[in-house]
């Protein structure tokens, strides 16, 4: 004799409760992970030692609406794409935009201007502000450590970390 479950029992339920009215049953939803969950749009997430990375795991994707706050290692993921990844913690990807604010910690922006002279606040965060022209091209060998502001998915502002 099979047993029945409360689960058997309520998708039986949702079965013939679209049987006979001309509906189709919806498919149950599947189970979400928390990378495939989005946070509502006015939802602020703020990101510092998030869940433990596992060795392979690849970033989050971005989330429409996603807003964060993130200190962490900033690389490129893709053309206009970059990843932001915490100490401890799986990566947020993110959106570049032209404008993106960039400060940087020690005065040479990526497209080449300024100065080698450090560009810094009294905790050791960039003072220069730089366009995104040429952030992608430096993000390939020299990725950065730092703050990164998300809203809607793009990257508000980066602000480099002197020394990581």
């Not at 990378?35 to 971005?62: C, F, I, L, S, Y």
């Not at 965060?125 to 366009?131: D, E």
């Not at 430096?138 to 502002?157: H, M, Q």
Request: net charge negative; proline share 9%; charged share 20%.
């Amino acid at each position: 004799m099979s047993k029945w479950t409360p689960a058997a029992g309520a998708v039986l339920a949702l079965f013939l409760s679209a049987c006979g009215t001309g509906e189709s049953a919806a498919p149950a939803p599947a189970e979400a992970s928390p990378a495939a969950t989005a946070p509502g749009p006015d939802a602020t997430v703020t990101v510092g030692a998030a869940t433990p990375r596992e060795p392979g795991a690849t970033p989050a994707k971005v989330l429409g609406g996603v807003n964060a706050e993130i200190f962490g290692r900033v690389e490129l993921l893709a053309p206009g794409e970059i990843t932001v990844t915490p100490p401890e913690g799986a990566g947020q990807a993110a959106f570049l935009s032209d404008d993106t604010v960039l400060l940087v910690a020690y005065g040479k922006c990526p497209d080449g201007s300024g100065t080698e002279t450090e560009t810094v606040d009294a905790m050791n965060r960039g003072t220069k502000q730089c366009s995104v022209k040429g952030l992608e091209e430096f993000l390939r060998g020299n990725p950065l450590s730092g703050d990164v502001a998300i809203s809607g998915g793009v990257v508000v502002k980066i602000v480099e970390h002197k020394g990581g």
